[in-house]
């Protein structure tokens, strides 16, 4: 009796829901969407804020703690400025440019003064966070790019002329690079329909390579420091630079792991990815030098962790957790042998190593993701008939490894001639170099008018 | 009237104090200096710079003390200052024309 009871009763009930199954199904369906959205989003936005921190504080306390005491506020200057700088010219025109479609070099002008850009997302981007999610995080890379620049001159540049030296190269370096390789139609995009694909996950090319190579352009424009290398020129802080280097180190993985765009597995191998290669890139420099000079400082494991974190950059999100120890701990080794040994004999004076670590182990970093990238990792890439593709030389395909090549040819190149030019304009319009006597004297004083430090009060 | 000024090791700044208030020597004044006598200074390296630092950071201690005194006090103060090592310091003795107390004018050996 209770079976039969039961039994009508479902048929009842299912003869009541019939018709809304449909619609029962769509509800689910969006509630699905929106809990993914929400996950997404959450974590984007975390990611956008680590990414931010790795400006501020983070690089301006480790650049600030390299440089002397009287340049100590300039320096920090330089990172802080950005974040205001980048951040309007982003809004006016740099996302378009950056992002929006147009020629394989650079984007056109629909997204200009955000025209268009909202809520709803951009799915060639990313399907699940809002378009504007995906705007801001991008503003993070580009506020720290040209940030990085600047220890190659610091201590020496006039802050009007580095201002305008930054937006002009924001517009001339930055914007068409992040253009070529993440951009819809670029000429390096993996994803999109570039011509030549170039597996780069969080910016090895786009942020990395155009920095330090810029960086070591400015550092042979604008000349040797005042002294340099005969006066005392040690970092007047090596703690503030031990602080920002793990204010670093945490940030990257917004950077690295936030890359995948969503709160996904493949932001989980981007994090490990990320992690592994600092952690190695610290050994492998303190090794390194431990056995050169027969101390393993602190700065050295610092400079090395930041190093592996460069390189590791373009490979997180393609390549297995061992491939990682491997790429940073050559990292740490070769960024060491830029910064020390290849600095000397050439005698620039790059002051804060900008190219010997970004410029060095970006350019390490985008080859060696073309050996170690694997679909096992990342099988996004798909085929006309739909079948995974096969990444790097470790899958097989060891043309890949010529594309990454030609992937940084391009980024050097870009970042040589279009440094050049801009450091000229600059010049004929402000002089790039500060007054020796304010050089001397130090930038905290004679741009800024303030002293880092005064314990008298 | 004798000044004393000793240079020495900073770490030995709290054994001086503590030597000479137990003689009942009270004032005194402190400046923290660098500077290298025949102890040379070490090597510094930053990313494979090399950096000679040979102005090393030294307290200048300096007292007047009635001659009788004097001394009692270099004895507590070189005892108190020394660890046997290069680097210890030295101490330089001056004659002392006159001393004044500020607040009611007390001259002499009664201004200490």
Same mark, same amino acid.
């Given at each position: 009796m209770?079976v039969l009871?039961?039994?009508?009763?479902?048929v009842?009930a299912?003869?009541?829901t019939?018709p809304?199954?449909d619609?029962r199904l769509a509800?689910?369906?969006?509630?699905v969407?929106?809990?993914?959205?929400?996950g997404? =989003?959450?974590?984007?936005?975390?990611s956008a804020?680590?990414v931010? &921190? &790795?400006?501020?504080p983070g690089?301006?306390l480790?650049y600030?703690?390299l440089?002397?005491?009287? =340049?100590v506020?300039g320096?920090m200057m330089?990172?802080?400025?950005l &974040? @205001?700088?980048?951040?309007?010219?982003?809004?006016i025109?740099?996302?378009?440019l950056a992002f929006?479609?147009?020629s394989p070099?650079?984007?056109d002008?629909?997204?200009a003064?955000? !025209?268009?850009?909202g809520?709803? +997302? =951009?799915p060639?981007? @990313?399907?699940t966070i809002p378009h504007?999610t995906?705007?801001?995080?991008?503003?993070?890379?580009?506020i720290?790019t040209p940030?990085?620049?600047?220890?190659?001159?610091a201590?020496?540049?006039k802050?009007s $002329?580095?201002?305008l030296f930054?937006v002009l190269?924001?517009?001339l370096?930055?914007?068409? &690079?992040?253009?070529?390789?993440w951009?819809?139609g670029?000429l390096?995009?993996?994803?999109?329909g570039?011509?030549i694909?170039?597996?780069?996950f969080?910016?090895?090319?786009?942020?990395h %390579?155009?920095?330090?190579?810029?960086?070591?352009?400015?550092a042979?424009?604008?000349?040797?420091r005042v002294g340099y290398?005969?006066?005392?020129? #040690?970092?007047?802080?090596?703690?503030l630079s031990?602080?920002?280097?793990c *204010?670093l180190?945490?940030?990257?993985?917004?950077?690295n792991?936030?890359?995948a765009?969503?709160a996904s597995?493949?932001?989980?191998?981007?994090?490990?990815?990320?992690h592994?290669?600092?952690?190695a890139a610290?050994?492998?420099?303190?090794?390194?030098?431990?056995?050169r000079t027969g101390k393993?400082?602190v700065?050295g494991?610092?400079?090395?962790?930041v190093?592996?974190?460069?390189?590791i950059?373009p490979?997180s999100?393609f390549?297995? +957790?061992f491939?990682a120890l491997l %790429?940073?701990?050559?990292?740490? %080794?070769?960024?060491y042998?830029?910064?020390t040994?290849?600095?000397?004999?050439?005698?620039?004076?790059?002051?804060?190593?900008?190219?010997?670590?970004?410029?060095?182990g970006g350019?390490?970093?985008?080859?060696l993701?073309g050996?170690?990238?694997?679909?096992v990792? =990342?099988?996004s890439?798909k085929?006309s008939?739909?079948k995974?593709?096969?990444?790097?030389?470790v899958?097989?395909n @060891?043309?890949?490894? *010529?594309n990454?090549?030609?992937?940084?040819a391009i980024?050097w190149?870009?970042?040589?001639?279009?440094?050049?030019i801009i450091l000229k304009?600059c010049?004929a319009?402000?002089g790039?170099?500060a007054e !020796?006597?304010?050089?001397?004297?130090?930038?905290?004083l004679?741009?800024?008018?303030?002293?880092g430090?005064?314990f008298?009060? | 009237?004798?000044?004393?000024?000793a240079?020495i090791?900073?770490f030995?700044l709290? +054994?001086v104090?503590e030597a000479? #208030?137990?003689i009942?020597i009270?004032?005194m004044t402190?400046?923290?200096v660098?500077?290298h006598?025949?102890?040379?200074?070490? #090597?510094?390296?930053y990313?494979g710079?090399?950096y000679?630092v040979d102005?090393?950071p030294?307290?200048k201690?300096?007292?007047?003390v009635?001659?009788a005194?004097l001394?009692?006090?270099l004895?507590?103060?070189?005892?108190?200052a020394r660890?046997g090592?290069?680097?210890d310091g030295k101490?330089f003795?001056y004659?002392?024309?006159e001393?004044?107390? %500020?607040?009611?004018?007390?001259?002499g050996?009664? $201004?200490?």
């Amino acid at each position: 009796m209770k079976v039969l009871i039961l039994l009508v009763f479902s048929v009842v009930a299912m003869a009541q829901t019939a018709p809304s199954i449909d619609a029962r199904l769509a509800a689910l369906d969006t509630a699905v969407k929106s809990a993914q959205s929400a996950g997404d =989003n959450a974590w984007m936005l975390t990611s956008a804020a680590l990414v931010l &921190m &790795m400006t501020g504080p983070g690089l301006a306390l480790f650049y600030g703690g390299l440089v002397r005491r009287k =340049n100590v506020l300039g320096t920090m200057m330089h990172s802080f400025i950005l &974040m @205001a700088v980048i951040t309007a010219l982003w809004a006016i025109v740099g996302y378009s440019l950056a992002f929006a479609e147009g020629s394989p070099v650079i984007g056109d002008l629909r997204y200009a003064f955000l !025209r268009g850009v909202g809520i709803s +997302p =951009n799915p060639d981007y @990313a399907a699940t966070i809002p378009h504007q999610t995906y705007m801001v995080y991008q503003l993070m890379f580009a506020i720290i790019t040209p940030a990085l620049i600047s220890g190659a001159f610091a201590e020496r540049m006039k802050f009007s $002329a580095m201002l305008l030296f930054t937006v002009l190269w924001a517009l001339l370096v930055y914007f068409p &690079m992040a253009h070529m390789v993440w951009g819809k139609g670029g000429l390096l995009s993996a994803s999109l329909g570039g011509k030549i694909p170039c597996y780069d996950f969080a910016g090895g090319t786009v942020v990395h %390579i155009t920095s330090g190579v810029s960086a070591l352009i400015c550092a042979l424009y604008l000349g040797k420091r005042v002294g340099y290398p005969h006066e005392q020129m #040690k970092p007047h802080s090596v703690v503030l630079s031990v602080i920002g280097a793990c *204010l670093l180190w945490v940030g990257w993985f917004g950077f690295n792991a936030g890359s995948a765009l969503a709160a996904s597995g493949l932001a989980t191998s981007a994090f490990v990815a990320t992690h592994f290669g600092a952690a190695a890139a610290a050994l492998g420099w303190m090794f390194a030098e431990w056995l050169r000079t027969g101390k393993p400082s602190v700065l050295g494991a610092i400079s090395g962790c930041v190093a592996g974190l460069v390189a590791i950059t373009p490979a997180s999100g393609f390549v297995q +957790p061992f491939p990682a120890l491997l %790429i940073g701990f050559l990292a740490g %080794i070769v960024c060491y042998l830029m910064a020390t040994l290849v600095k000397h004999k050439f005698g620039y004076d790059d002051s804060l190593d900008a190219f010997g670590v970004h410029g060095a182990g970006g350019t390490l970093g985008a080859i060696l993701t073309g050996v170690f990238a694997t679909s096992v990792i =990342n099988d996004s890439f798909k085929d006309s008939a739909g079948k995974t593709l096969a990444l790097g030389w470790v899958d097989g395909n @060891a043309g890949q490894v *010529l594309n990454q090549v030609i992937g940084t040819a391009i980024a050097w190149g870009l970042a040589i001639v279009g440094t050049l030019i801009i450091l000229k304009i600059c010049d004929a319009v402000i002089g790039v170099r500060a007054e !020796r006597d304010a050089e001397i004297e130090g930038l905290d004083l004679s741009m800024h008018g303030e002293e880092g430090y005064f314990f008298e009060t | 009237m004798k000044k004393i000024e000793a240079i020495i090791q900073p770490f030995k700044l709290d +054994p001086v104090k503590e030597a000479l #208030k137990a003689i009942g020597i009270d004032g005194m004044t402190i400046t923290e200096v660098r500077g290298h006598g025949r102890q040379k200074g070490h #090597k510094e390296v930053y990313r494979g710079q090399e950096y000679n630092v040979d102005l090393l950071p030294k307290m200048k201690v300096e007292l007047v003390v009635a001659d009788a005194r004097l001394d009692e006090v270099l004895r507590a103060l070189t005892s108190a200052a020394r660890t046997g090592k290069i680097g210890d310091g030295k101490v330089f003795v001056y004659d002392v024309a006159e001393a004044i107390r %500020i607040r009611n004018d007390d001259r002499g050996e009664t $201004a200490l």
